[in-house]
């Protein structure tokens, strides 16, 4: 039998248990959990053909007893010590996949700060906040198929782009690539189409959290996005963490919201908190910049639910919907470089250089803790991504 | 051994061979080709694993060569008469399913008469396009897990709605309920990321085409869009017509663009014609009320696709990407109602009434045919759908 230490303190303990997919050495990937630094091969921890995919998505399919179950079952082998030999890795040696398969991916915009911040960017003459904006939670489809687990390299895109004074656009290698830290929501139990999601049913839907950098290059999105919203801007690659902390995990960090006014609609109001008391941090080269909370978020992820599902729309397990950016009130919480280096007119300090915009070779890294059961605090697995030069020509290798 | 009878002028002769599922009586969904009124179980005929599952995934991400080889041989077997005994299914006593599993979906924006009357109902006090349209394809991405087969019902969509004169917004069932008639496209082969398409590789991985019926609740629309495009007035449904044409179908159907001025940036140009010569017919209630013509586009598919991946997104087999809305330049070439009858101001008849939106128990169908390689002309199978009451309450299984 095997044991797992946990140190005090640690941000893996009991009180945490997140999901994810990994690889032994050479061999295939399987569903696992994170405890300190170990991971259960949950397969051969509890003989259960939900886990025997490399993917979350057929335990997540089968729902809120289920998931409470086997996370009871989970923490009773921890702490009896009565784990299969073999099915516990070291983290260090594992390879980390993307923990589920994205089926649809929705992109909100729930943070006020972020919302008005860009505003006053991108529309430095109108009002910062348009007037739908506290009427609903503002949200766009983005692409599944480049959602990309923590680790991956991110391929710096090629794009048409075209200042204001300009005569006519350019093409070529993004000049203002940028993050967008957001905390992303992950449906278990999918809802049929023709019906809605209230938000009093968010915990019997969602599976868990993870985190998401959104990353965006602001000159193509600048240029595209009238009409129809972000598009190459942004589908080039979304990095998620390999961790998704079930919510079984959040229930201490649930919060009040801020405060909304005016009252939402009744299909957006709430009978529970689904505010969450979430700290991230922003590390840009290993130098923490910015630490948006997520407690100040102005739409929770039930509201999201509740209005992406309002029109009749099914949901389906893997479906991944991310806060949008999570920006604070002070300049130091922005989690987006264009906001914290205001479009790279007001820099930060990077390394002793003053930095706007991501260089090829720069690493973002972000990491959250929240308010764990036993009093003490709970990680998310880190997010983090290293810019890759440009391709060389556009068409690699299809020319 | 089954013959197939082809009475002349079919729109499902040896020049068309569209791909679709389809389910026998109390039998499991199977890969098929529809000949005349007929449909040929494709495992059964040819005794081919990439026939055996319930999507065209299998058989479409094994490339050019092997859709060759699978036409030539459909032809070869229905031409000598040698189809297996229980092959051959009337398509009347058969079901039609989705005929392939959507990856991601991207809706585009690709007719100048579409965006141009849409940018002067929207935005009446602006240039009617915007000034990115001509540089660039615009899309955005819409939702991959609502898209249906032609014959399933289409719930009335609930939202938000706000006309400018009222002072907030009011919730209930769409009163502004539309269509949009587009042809969408269909990847075969996926690209890795951090590649993209040129425009001279369509035909390497694009498999078909289909018809795409693209509802949209103009009233949810106007209010949510900006700055982030629409959402939940699309994500509620989008049809698809159940058989995939397939592109070497379509050889007979290529035509040069109408003309592109000014000329796009160099990853946006063609070596090779992918306008399309396909004429539309919008039936309303059994009544055709607009016939667009797709040789009016101005960005062709190919251009589409070089411009979703030259970022360097991957693609997907099974990633759906559509037209937008198909208008040409004449009224009666309009594939919206809220063009065709300008926003509700001027109705078009149907069964003797003057309508704009749509009503319950309303039934649009759009239909599809071009060139065909014999001189005749070949048949998109229709897309149809029928709106459904809106749920009584927003709220329907889960409250």
Redesign the interface.
């Known amino acids: 039998m095997s044991t797992i230490e946990i140190p005090d303190g640690s941000l893996f303990g009991l009180d945490n248990l997140p999901y994810g997919v990994f690889s032994p050495a050479n061999a295939r990937p399987r569903a696992g959990v994170r405890v300190a630094d170990s991971v259960i091969d949950l397969h051969a921890a509890l003989r259960d053909d939900a886990f025997a995919a490399p993917s979350l998505n057929p335990f997540m399919a089968e729902g809120p007893a289920r998931w409470a179950a086997a996370r009871a079952r989970i923490t009773e082998l921890i702490m009896a010590g009565e784990l299969p030999p073999g099915a516990v890795h070291p983290l260090r040696e594992v390879k980390l996949r993307l923990p589920f398969e994205v089926?649809?991916y929705?992109d909100f915009?729930a943070s006020e700060h972020h919302a008005a911040n860009l505003?006053r960017l991108?529309?430095p003459n109108a009002e910062p906040l348009?007037?739908?904006w506290k009427?609903?939670p503002?949200?766009?489809?983005?692409?599944?198929?480049?959602v990309?687990v923590s680790g991956t390299g991110i391929?710096r895109?090629?794009?048409?782009r075209?200042e204001p004074d300009d005569p006519?656009?350019v093409?070529g290698p993004s000049i203002r690539l940028d993050i967008e830290a957001e905390v992303g929501f992950v449906i278990g139990v999918g809802?049929?189409?023709?019906?809605?999601?209230?938000t009093g049913?968010f915990g019997?839907r969602v599976f868990g959290a993870v985190l998401v950098n959104d990353w965006s290059?602001r000159d193509?999105q600048a240029?595209?996005?009238?009409?129809?919203?972000?598009?190459?801007?942004k589908?080039?690659?979304t990095s998620v963490s390999p961790w998704v902390v079930p919510l079984a995990a959040l229930q201490a960090a649930r919060v009040p919201l801020p405060g909304q006014d005016?009252q939402p609609?009744?299909?957006l109001r709430e009978s529970e908190d689904w505010g969450l008391d979430i700290d991230l941090a922003v590390e840009w080269n290993g130098e923490v910049v910015s630490r948006p909370p997520y407690a100040s978020m102005y739409w929770s992820p039930a509201q999201m639910l509740a209005?992406?599902t309002?029109?009749?729309?099914?949901?389906?397990t893997g479906?991944l919907f991310a806060s949008g950016t999570v920006s604070g009130p002070a300049r130091s919480q922005r989690g987006a470089f264009i906001e914290l280096t205001w479009g790279g007119a007001e820099p930060v300090t990077v390394g002793g250089e003053p930095r706007g915009f991501l260089r090829d070779g720069d690493t973002v890294t972000i990491t959250a803790t929240a308010p764990g059961e036993f009093g003490g605090r709970i990680g998310f697995g880190e997010v983090t991504g290293k810019i890759l030069p440009a391709?060389a020509e556009?068409?690699?290798?299809?020319?």
């Open positions: 089926a649809d929705v915009y505003g991108f529309r348009m007037p739908n009427h609903l503002v949200g766009y489809h983005g692409r599944a198929g480049t990309v391929v895109p090629s794009g048409q075209k006519v656009p093409f809802s049929p189409v023709g019906t809605a999601v209230p049913a019997d290059a193509l240029w595209e996005y009238v009409p129809l919203g972000p598009h190459l801007g589908s080039f690659a005016p609609l009744p299909y209005h992406m309002v029109n009749g729309a099914a949901t389906r479906d391709r556009p068409f690699g290798v299809d020319s």
